[in-house]
């Protein structure tokens, strides 16, 4: 009987403890500066700038993963064929190596003296200290998170609703966008805002591929390297802040889609 | 207002998943209600998607009409069809679902939905709206149009499949156990219902089920598929009075299936009517009906008995068939007035039974049933 009526608080106890652990070192770094330093430092162009970079390039990595990672996970959902568990194994590999690792991995792939290096180098686009190696890393890196999200939502909808259409006289395609797209809609909106906010995050692939110019990550590190805590502070204090209020926006606006 | 078409299966074979069809050969008349009638796992749904398109064929033609549609996508097949769960999407309003297949055609639409179209100009909106109302009173579905199917009975949402199903005109439909996953009071009212439907649309059918009640209540002819192979063909009479083999025989039960017409008398009694024989039930419906009367439910006697059996008849043993320890005994009933028509009724009788009445062939025999045992469909 105890051992029942102990059972709740005892699990209480210990999901508090982990919920501190993770809310007490944010919540020190956002009351860790004087408010005025974190107004001084929102005013910093190069802060500033460096978060508006990561915001939009983690934008642009994520909008490639919708064109290519819908296919992919629409094709994993619906189609049996040879391979299948490798290209499933293959994808979400990113999840576990460690992103420096992943960096390395790019800059073999995509340096200037690789074979797609010199190609895109061709088309005046370089991978090493540019743009577009930060969104290429951030692809690398926070695909996984999308593709697997949207073939769970293409798994959920039942194949007799597609034939069903078909037999109704809409093609493959229009059958994809009246039906498969709106009842997976949910789970690619998640998988979308995941995906997103990882590449947001991501430091060890992108620094190894593109120290400059810097994402907010970066620019947060070299001013620890470089000046110390103090410094590093009110911009962790930032960041923090503005990918909070930008997700809490997200996820609202979803409940909302799917309320009414 | 209906395209119903003959569908021609030659030389069908393929293999799904763990399913395989062996050269299959059908053809079903336009307007024709035919039953696939065959056990669980008999490959049943797969033959009705390659019909649709939706699972390829190995080898063999398809023909819909006067088209070879072998090759032909499914929204290019011009097929109705229902699924036993009814895959309604759940996404979209009653109304939506209904209209789909009239706002979401990709392919070129078929003739008669082109003349239509052409007639009005476009397929416009309150055209669309008129079709959708046109069909749902149907069906009896109106005042739903605004629901979501999340909250539909099996009853409606099955009523809508079809609704969905029919509007776009299909040159046949295709429905996969449609009513198996009803409860058993409305599976009979809507059994009737896509009688009715069928009666007044007249649209080719193939349905399939493993339920030979249900098969014998629709069809106007079943096909039986047994491990893969389609193997009688025949009106539901034929098919239950004489299955080709003993597996067939064992799985739709020997039984009597009568179609006639049914009537209520002034006193509220039901008669079934065949051709000139009155045999009397306690069924109220009336109108076209099929009937029949379990083998057991049959008693013979050598003299006409006074009993509470409310059907006597006299009549002959045409046919005794030993099954072990019991036979089913045919008696074949003459209609005085009809020179020369017949009856023939099957019962089952044990052995001693038999032996104690002293059963042969040809011998002149009494068969009775209660009115409440002949179960009128």
């Not at chain 1, 990882?198 to 947060?220: C, D, K, N, Q, W």
């Not at chain 2, 339920?211 to 893969?228: K, P, Q, T, W």
Request: hydrophobic share 45%; glycine share 8%; with cysteine.
């Amino acid at each position: 009987m105890t051992t029942k009526r102990s059972f709740t608080p005892i699990f209480w106890f210990l999901a508090l403890l982990l919920v501190i652990f993770v809310s007490y070192p944010i919540v020190l770094t956002l009351t860790g500066s004087p408010l005025r330093v974190l107004g001084d430092t929102l005013l910093d162009s190069e802060v500033l700038g460096s978060i508006l970079f990561t915001f939009s390039s983690s934008l642009i990595a994520t909008v490639i993963g919708l064109a290519t990672g819908i296919p992919l996970a629409y094709i994993l959902a619906r189609h049996d064929f040879p391979g299948k568990s490798l290209i499933e194994g293959l994808i979400d590999l990113p999840i576990v190596i460690p992103h420096s690792a992943a960096g390395i991995a790019l800059l073999l792939a995509l340096g200037r003296n690789s074979i797609l290096g010199r190609g895109f180098g061709l088309l005046g686009i370089r991978f090493v200290s540019s743009a577009p190696g930060v969104v290429a890393a951030m692809l690398f890196v926070s695909v996984p998170f999308l593709v697997d999200t949207a073939r769970e939502g293409f798994e959920a909808v039942d194949s007799h609703l597609e034939n069903v259409a078909r037999t109704l006289g809409s093609s493959q395609w229009r059958v994809f966008w009246k039906v498969s797209f709106p009842l997976a809609r949910r789970s690619i909106l998640s998988g979308l805002i995941l995906m997103w906010s990882r590449g947001i995050s991501e430091f060890g692939a992108v620094v190894i591929l593109t120290y400059h110019p810097m994402i907010a990550p970066v620019l947060l590190y070299e001013r620890f390297q470089s000046y110390g805590l103090d410094y590093a502070l009110p911009v962790a204090g930032i960041v923090i802040l503005i990918s909070m209020l930008i997700f809490l926006v997200l996820r609202a606006l979803n409940s909302v889609r799917e309320g009414s | 207002m209906n395209r119903s078409s003959q569908l021609k299966l030659k030389d069908i074979n393929l293999s799904v998943g763990g399913f395989s069809l062996v050269n299959v050969n059908l053809e079903i008349q336009g307007g024709e209600y035919f039953v696939l009638l065959g056990p669980t796992g008999a490959g049943k749904t797969v033959l009705l998607e390659a019909i649709a398109g939706i699972k390829p064929v190995t080898s063999g033609t398809i023909w819909l009409g006067a088209e070879d549609v072998t090759d032909r996508p499914p929204e290019a097949r011009g097929v109705g069809f229902v699924y036993q769960d009814f895959a309604l999407f759940p996404h979209l309003s009653v109304e939506k679902n209904i209209s789909f297949g009239l706002l979401n055609r990709s392919t070129k639409a078929e003739p008669r939905q082109l003349a239509r179209v052409e007639r009005s100009g476009r397929t416009s909106s309150q055209n669309v709206r008129a079709r959708v109302e046109q069909i749902s009173s149907l069906f009896r579905i109106s005042h739903l149009l605004d629901r979501k199917p999340e909250g539909l009975s099996g009853g409606e949402k099955q009523r809508v499949a079809m609704a969905r199903a029919l509007i776009t005109d299909p040159q046949i439909l295709l429905l996969d156990e449609p009513l198996s996953t009803l409860d058993p009071e409305i599976r009979e009212l809507i059994q009737v219902e896509l009688r009715r439907i069928h009666q007044e649309l007249g649209t080719t059918t193939l349905h399939i089920t493993h339920n030979f009640e249900v098969a014998a209540a629709l069809a106007d002819r079943i096909g039986v598929v047994m491990e893969g192979k389609i193997v009688q063909v025949g009106p539901p009479q034929e098919i239950f009075r004489q299955p080709v083999n003993e597996s067939l025989a064992r799985f739709v039960g020997v039984r009597n299936i009568f179609r006639g017409h049914h009537t209520i008398d002034r006193e509220g009694g039901g008669h079934l009517q065949l051709d000139g024989l009155r045999l009397a039930s306690i069924s109220n419906l009336e109108g076209a009906a099929r009937a029949s009367i379990r083998p057991e439910d049959i008693l013979l006697s050598r003299k006409s008995l006074v009993s509470s059996a409310r059907n006597n008849f006299q009549g002959r043993v045409i046919q005794i068939s030993d099954r072990g320890s019991f036979c089913y005994v045919t008696v074949r009933v003459t209609i005085p007035e009809q020179g020369g028509r017949s009856l023939d009724l099957i019962a089952l009788v044990t052995q001693s039974s038999v032996q104690e009445l002293g059963l042969e062939l040809d011998q002149e025999i009494y068969a009775a049933f209660k009115a409440s045992a002949l179960h009128v469909f």
